[in-house]
């Protein structure tokens, strides 16, 4: 079964429209849920009040006075309230909230809501933090900070022939779920709720909200509903939604829903992180890394919230899959006044692969070698050490999806064709960015997290999985019965996958990290083995079953129980000190290749992507089809954060408030892809599987980025790669002097260097 | 509130509801139909997009009121039973086209419609057919590659060419007619007495004060003369969008004083959100079918001021007379907008990035304007006075665009730069006509959008060309001209500098490519 791809069984009902998502469901007497906001960025709540117009008894009103102490959403650190108080931190900040009968009814009631705010100064960008930062330490909050080391790589730099070094920004990027976020909440028992809703972690929201409630676990339950799409956009802000729903429930008596529009949902929910990533590199003449410095500073919005996992992710991917005998890292989430960033796909993870994958090309450059050689030179294989001292011992197939992306792509040709070809107006270019991602939760994550899963038998003789990882279009439910069919050797039809549910289901964690395959797959293999080793002890072995039921009956006869559970249980070997940042970060690592390839007008700016090609090594492919298409989204996804989504703020407020102007690429932006599917087996992996839902992100930014480089002669170091910036850095003025273009052949002798570089271009600065 | 009953899925239906509820409300909450979703209210996303009378629209944006009486919807659980519906599905389902499925049932109205009117789809006009309707999830490859598939099957063995002649009818009658027995002996669906399903978040559920619907136009000028300021709705597309964003203003308290109101992109949000709207007085003009249509007299385009930017982009004599009409109607939205939004609903709006008002500017377009009293005709130069502000009577109702068609000798041409390839708003666009005589520019006119308070044209750059040579050295100089003309501004889709500069490259790569086409000058 692993390896073949069945069909969906969810796609049918999604295509013809009989999915109920969350805004379908109909609910007999239920009340709609709003929430009225901050309208200042930084300040000090004086009021909120009702006044007499209010219509009490047919709408209700819930501040977070009333909530005391157990007004806090429980996450990484449990700082951010469901409701501002005292201080709000950022514009759009939920302050109070208000059901009616319908939302008509409750907009009128808002009305009657006075909220006064005295308004104190706040901070609004991520440089304007650094650079306060740099004058007085104390003067900006951070949500995080650490440090990777190895070896000395300020001696290193000292004493390297040559040092390299840039600069990298990347903006907020939005994860725009065409569903947006929503939830119902019916009022539950002993003070409890029932929620359902568009989200991805079921025990993330109900663990929010047993704190928030102040009642027994049992008392609350969290269901999944179909979801619309998350990309890690429902991993945190459905506990504060969920909460919400939940409060006006228990103040109304009636089921409430709250289903964001989408201007609210581009408005106030977690982007990805914006981020200012330095590099100074230092290298021998013939292209070896000798040293890396690398800052990575993240902006983390008014609250914590998932920002320290999303730092720490960014620090342990930002030295690319290359080897290095000297790191220094550091990493820092600074505070500011925008809405708290979150998750979203890479969690980190795409914004330093941006920053190292432009920074290795400018080294090629600056050592007269070819993008893939440079790499080829400096990349992880079996026995290479990491920043942390991690030794890759298994499936390192960096070099193996190089190779294939390079052949697929006919690169090296291509790549001398255009750097060779005469400078007019349109020109083409092709890019490379070689990435990688550590699969599950980093660290002790996955080993804190304890997650278990459990195999059932159910009445009519199916296999029921029971997992709290969603469906949300990924095909999870679709390739963890696969895994199960294989191992037992029964055919698809008779299992299936629960929905979520944390009074059915046992906690297997959350749907992130590119875990749900990788490590709760492997747990529900485990399970499997203990149902085949169970029904061997009831009806002896295998091979004297007359069938698969005549087993399970003996099965049942023996009055054995019928669920199998298994834990997770770290891989032996694998040994990680949060505090020193030393040792297994990750228990194995996915890897990607992406090459770009495009046209650009230089006169306008405009680039036309021709094609993206993405060979990912994920181990062992359980569904083909179904990994094609996490590529193909993927490389999507970034491409559109490389080339068209540009997300700006002014007061701390996102302009990009609608779909006009939040701008996602169309079908007719979207270039041929090609998903070239590597397989590199992983001990440890449910039939060798490795993590695959976030990989394929990483790759399209910086390789469009270097393709661009190419094309136009102009190295764009801030994403989104935007007309714009291509213009204004100097494309089509055939009076400048090429800048960064990667030489075509390495006996060329080294560029002039344009020492005044206008903003936007990297700085290439070299000392001796 | 009004009653109206339509033909839903190919099943007699009514529904009572406020007219100004956009027909996906209805749908979802009146009559069960949830497979249209709301993914964003303003027809940017597609997740919404129905079969209205046959043609593809954005449900979100389309006034229930405005769908008249015996109307047919097909949604995607209708279109799923029909033949062609069917072979889309399994198709979808073969190439596992689905993630998350939500922009589905849209995706899967346009592409029937596509598949029916398209005869041979090639792999760009799949991707223009759903430019509309955005997918974040899958990257659109199995979805265009499954349609392609479905393109393939449905050509009769052993003939090339044409396939898509058979699945339902021509454009712009119920789809189905030919299917309809098909659909006939398939049991109905279950017909949940109208259970309250959930409504996303909501419309604007507001009546309007008073809605009209005339049938004709001296109906109208008589209610706008009764009614005067009454707001007139045609397609919708920007009134809707207006009025949705409106009720679904951000509630945003304790702003320190009403006055901080900032930048010009931004809606004047605080005030929205502390008073209740106006409720409006509406005339809807999408039941008189004489503003709609083309004629040609005497070298005169008249366009009716309903014709749709989708009949623009269709017709032939206009494909003749005004092509850069055609490509900028071409350049508007997607399908489903198209179908929806009006020529005059375009000029009346008075964006400056109006992508229709910039080839009337060039051919030397007129307006007729009525009024109970009579009818005036005024040059569309004329029309604009500010910015999003005309001198349209409060009393008056466009009727009639006139436009003179090319003459011989004559070419005009129609270029965007948006924020992306399809469905997007243009940072700039140009449309240039111009004539040579004796190998000088004989005549030529510029307008541009996006570069100003309203659509301009360039009288001073005009001059400056006419009589000159075609030539590179030109091309340089008049980039300079344009530039030094314009006087835009950074917004949230771009910046002035970028603006002043792709003015200047848009017009010379048009006179350019204009002049060198026709007399192979350089
Ligand atoms: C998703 C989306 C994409 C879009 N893309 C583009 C684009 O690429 N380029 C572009 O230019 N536009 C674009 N638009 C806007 C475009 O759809 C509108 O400008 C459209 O042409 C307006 O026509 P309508 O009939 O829908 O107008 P309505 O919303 O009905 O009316 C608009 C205005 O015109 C007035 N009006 C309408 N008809 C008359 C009349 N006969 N006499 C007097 N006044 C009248 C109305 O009172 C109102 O003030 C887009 C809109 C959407 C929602
Ligand atoms: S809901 Fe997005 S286009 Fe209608
Ligand atoms: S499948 Fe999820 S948006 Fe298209």
Request: net charge negative.
């Amino acid at each position: 079964m692993i390896g073949r791809s069945p069909a969906r069984t969810d796609a049918r009902e999604k295509i013809v429209g009989s999915t109920r998502y969350i805004a379908d469901y109909v609910v007999p007497g239920v009340w709609q849920g709003i929430t009225l906001r901050s309208a200042v960025a930084a300040g000090r709540i004086r009021t909120v009040t009702a006044d007499a117009h209010f219509p009490h008894g047919e709408a209700v009103l819930v501040t977070g006075q009333e909530l005391g102490a157990t007004n806090r959403v429980a996450m990484v650190t449990d700082e951010m309230p469901f409701l501002a108080t005292d201080a709000v931190r950022y514009a759009g900040e939920p302050i109070a909230l208000v059901a009616a009968p319908t939302l008509h009814a409750a907009r009128a009631a808002a009305h009657a809501v006075r909220i006064e705010i005295d308004p104190c100064t706040p901070l609004f960008s991520l440089q304007e933090a650094e650079e306060r930062r740099r004058a007085d330490p104390a003067s900006v909050r951070v949500h995080a900070e650490c440090r990777i080391t190895r070896g000395d790589a300020a001696a290193a730099l000292r004493n390297a022939a040559i040092v390299i070094a840039g600069t990298y920004t990347t903006q907020a990027q939005e994860q725009a779920y065409i569903e947006p976020q929503g939830v119902i909440a019916w009022p539950g028992q002993r003070g409890g709720t029932v929620i359902e809703g568009s989200l991805q972690c079921p025990y993330y929201v109900h663990n929010a909200l047993v704190r928030l409630l102040g009642c027994a676990p049992e008392d609350v339950i969290v269901r999944q509903s179909p979801t619309g799409g998350a990309f890690g956009g429902k991993e945190d802000i459905p506990s504060v939604i969920g909460g919400h729903a939940a409060l006006l429930a228990r103040a109304c008596g009636h089921p409430v829903r709250i289903v964001y529009d989408r201007h609210e949902d581009l408005l106030f929910t977690p982007k990805r992180h914006p981020s200012i990533v330095h590099h100074r590199t230092g290298v021998s003449e013939d292209g070896r890394l000798l040293a890396m410095e690398i800052t990575v500073v993240l902006d983390g919005g008014a609250y914590t919230t998932l920002s320290p996992v999303v730092l720490s992710r960014a620090v342990l991917h930002a030295t690319g899959p290359y080897e290095c005998p000297h790191v220094a890292i550091h990493g820092v989430c600074l505070g500011t006044n925008i809405p708290p960033p979150g998750a979203f796909r890479g969690f980190g993870a795409p914004q330093v692969a941006f920053a190292i994958e432009s920074h290795i090309d400018r080294i090629a450059h600056r050592c007269h070698l070819r993008p893939d050689e440079i790499r080829r030179r400096n990349i992880m294989r079996i026995g290479s050490v990491t920043a942390t001292g991690q030794i890759l011992r298994e499936s390192v197939s960096a070099e193996r999806v190089l190779d294939e992306a390079l052949t697929a792509s006919d690169f090296v040709r291509k790549w001398q064709a255009h750097g060779a070809a005469a400078r007019q107006r349109h020109r083409r270019g092709i890019g490379l960015a070689l990435t990688w991602h550590g699969g599950g939760f980093t660290g002790n994550g996955e080993v804190n997290l304890a997650s278990v899963a459990a195999l059932s038998i159910e009445d009519d003789g199916r296999l029921l999985i029971r997992t709290s990882n969603v469906e949300m279009g990924q095909g999870a439910h679709t390739a963890l019965p696969q895994i199960v069919a294989e191992r037992l050797g029964v055919p698809l039809e008779r299992i299936a996958c629960a929905q979520p549910d944390t009074s059915q289901v046992p906690n297997s964690g959350p749907t992130v990290a590119s875990r749900t395959v990788m490590v709760v797959g492997r747990l529900i293999e485990r399970c499997a083995d203990q149902l085949a080793d169970a029904l061997e002890q009831a009806a002896g072995p295998r091979a004297q079953w007359n069938d698969f039921d005549g087993a399970l009956d003996a099965l049942r006869t023996a009055g054995d129980p019928l669920r199998f559970e298994a834990r997770y249980e770290p891989p032996p070997g694998i040994h990680w000190d949060e505090r020193t940042y030393r040792g297994d970060a990750y228990a194995v690592y996915s890897y990607a290749c992406t090459v770009v390839e495009l046209s650009t007008d230089t006169l306008t700016g405009e680039v036309k992507v021709e094609r993206a090609i993405a060979a990912c090594d994920i181990g062992r492919a359980i569904h083909p089809q179904v990994v094609e298409g996490q590529i193909e989204g993927g490389v999507l996804q970034g491409l559109g954060m490389g080339l068209l989504e540009q997300s700006t703020t002014h007061e701390g407020r996102f302009d990009q408030n609608r779909f006009q102007t939040y701008i996602i690429p169309t079908a007719l932006d979207a270039p041929e892809i090609l998903p070239i599917i590597v397989e590199d087996p992983y001990s440890r992996g449910p039939g060798g599987a490795k993590g695959l839902g976030e990989l394929p992100v990483h790759g399209p930014a910086p390789a469009l980025a270097n393709a661009v480089a190419q094309a136009s002669g102009r190295r764009i170091t801030d994403l989104p790669v935007t007309p714009e910036r291509i213009v204004a850095a100097g494309a089509g003025d055939p009076a400048s002097p090429i800048r960064d273009l990667p030489s075509p052949s390495r006996d060329l002798p080294s560029p002039s260097r344009d020492p005044a570089s206008p903003s936007g271009v990297g700085d290439e600065k070299e000392e001796a | 509130m009004i009653t109206r009953q339509w033909q839903v899925n190919g099943e007699m239906r009514e529904a009572t509801f406020p007219a100004l509820k956009p027909l996906l409300h209805v749908l979802r909450e009146e009559l069960a139909a949830t497979g249209p979703k709301e993914g964003c209210g303003e027809g940017e996303c597609g997740a919404c997009t129905v079969l209205l009378n046959g043609q593809p629209v954005t449900s979100c944006l389309a006034a229930a009121g405005q769908v008249r009486d015996g109307s047919t919807i097909w949604t995607a659980e209708g279109l799923a039973r029909l033949p062609l519906g069917e072979r889309i599905v399994d198709a979808f389902m073969r190439h596992g086209a689905v993630q998350c499925g939500i922009c589905f049932p849209g995706m899967l109205a346009t592409t029937y419609a596509f598949l029916r009117d398209e005869p041979a789809p090639d792999d760009r006009s799949t991707r223009e057919a759903l430019s509309g309707n955005l997918c974040r999830c899958t990257g659109y490859s199995k979805i265009v590659a499954a349609i392609l598939d479905v393109a393939r099957e449905r050509e009769p063995a052993g003939s090339r060419g044409r396939v898509g002649a058979q699945p339902g009818p021509p454009a712009g009658e119920d789809p189905t007619l030919e299917t309809l027995d098909a659909l006939e002996t398939l049991e109905t669906p279950p017909s949940p007495a109208a259970p309250r399903a959930a409504s996303a978040p909501a419309i604007d559920p507001r009546e309007p004060a008073a809605f009209y619907a005339p049938r004709t136009l001296d109906e109208a000028l008589a209610l706008r003369a009764r009614r005067p300021g009454a707001a007139l709705l045609a397609g919708g597309s920007d009134l809707l969008v207006a009025w949705q964003a409106a009720a679904r203003e951000p509630l945003l308290r304790g702003a320190p004083s009403r006055t901080a109101r900032p930048a010009a992109d931004r809606p004047a949000e605080t005030a929205a959100a502390e008073a209740p709207c106006q409720r409006p007085v509406v005339i809807s003009l999408s039941d008189i079918d004489a503003l709609r249509g083309v004629a040609e007299e005497d070298g005169v385009l008249r366009i009716g001021a309903c014709t749709s930017a989708y009949e623009l982009c269709t017709n032939p004599s206009l494909a003749r007379g005004a092509p850069a009409l055609v490509a900028a109607a071409h350049a508007l939205g997607a399908r489903p907008i198209r179908h929806l939004a009006t020529l005059a609903g375009n000029l009346v709006n008075a964006s400056p990035a109006a992508d229709l008002a910039p080839p009337l500017l060039v051919a030397g377009a007129g307006l007729l304007i009525a009024k109970a009293g009579g009818t005036r005709k005024i040059p569309l130069e004329d029309f604009y006075r500010g910015y999003k502000e005309t001198n349209l009577g409060p009393d008056e109702i466009v009727t009639v665009v006139l436009v003179p068609a090319l003459v011989a000798g004559e070419r005009e041409g129609f270029r965007k730069l948006g924020t992306r390839r399809a469905q997007s708003i243009a940072k700039v666009c140009a449309a240039v006509r111009v004539r040579l005589d004796a190998g000088r520019i004989d005549a030529v006119a510029i307008a541009l959008g996006s570069v100003a308070p309203t659509t301009v044209r360039l009288p001073r750059t005009e001059e400056r060309l006419r009589s000159e040579r075609p030539t590179a050295a030109l091309w340089e100089r008049t980039r300079q001209w344009v530039a030094e003309e314009v006087h835009p501004i950074s917004d949230v889709r771009s910046n002035a500098d970028y603006r002043r500069a792709m003015a200047g490259v848009l017009v010379t790569d048009l006179l350019a490519s204009l002049v060198c086409s026709e007399h192979g000058a350089q």
